[in-house]
């Protein structure tokens, strides 16, 4: 079992930044596949980005790209997310989540294994 704990978000005017944390549980964090999805209301839930465990690469959806970075710091079993030039867009519970597969499957929400809370984020205009 792996729990995965958020935080972070909050209010932030457009064009602001905001870093999402997520620890997670586990002695195993560095071989697990992470990532950030976000959920907006009347929406689906959509990856933002995501990052392999070996060899260390990452994924972003268009929507992000350039504007947000995700790493780890598997010394502290968390991952981040670091959202720069926000736009009201970009409101939406935002999920943490963990894939203890093999294969890194980007952002494919199918194939994570466990999932967050979720923390608010609110950009406003």
């Known amino acids: 079992q792996v729990q995965l704990v958020e935080s972070g978000g909050g209010l932030v005017q457009a064009g602001g930044s905001l870093r999402l944390s997520c620890v997670a549980s586990?002695?195993?964090?560095?071989?697990?596949?992470m990532g950030w999805f976000r959920q907006a209301p009347g929406k689906e839930r959509e990856s933002v980005a995501s990052i392999s465990w070996r060899p260390t690469s990452t994924y972003y959806a268009d929507s992000v790209k350039g504007r947000f970075t995700i790493s780890r710091d598997n010394a502290k079993n968390t991952v981040y997310l670091q959202m720069n030039s926000l736009k009201p867009e970009d409101t939406a519970v935002y999920y943490c989540?963990?894939?203890?597969?093999?294969?890194?499957?980007?952002?494919?929400?199918?194939?994570?294994?466990?999932w967050g809370q979720g923390t608010q984020v609110t950009v406003s205009s």
């Open positions: 586990g002695r195993t964090f560095a071989k697990y596949h």
């Open positions: 989540a963990a894939d203890l597969g093999s294969t890194w499957y980007r952002g494919y929400a199918g194939a994570y294994d466990y």
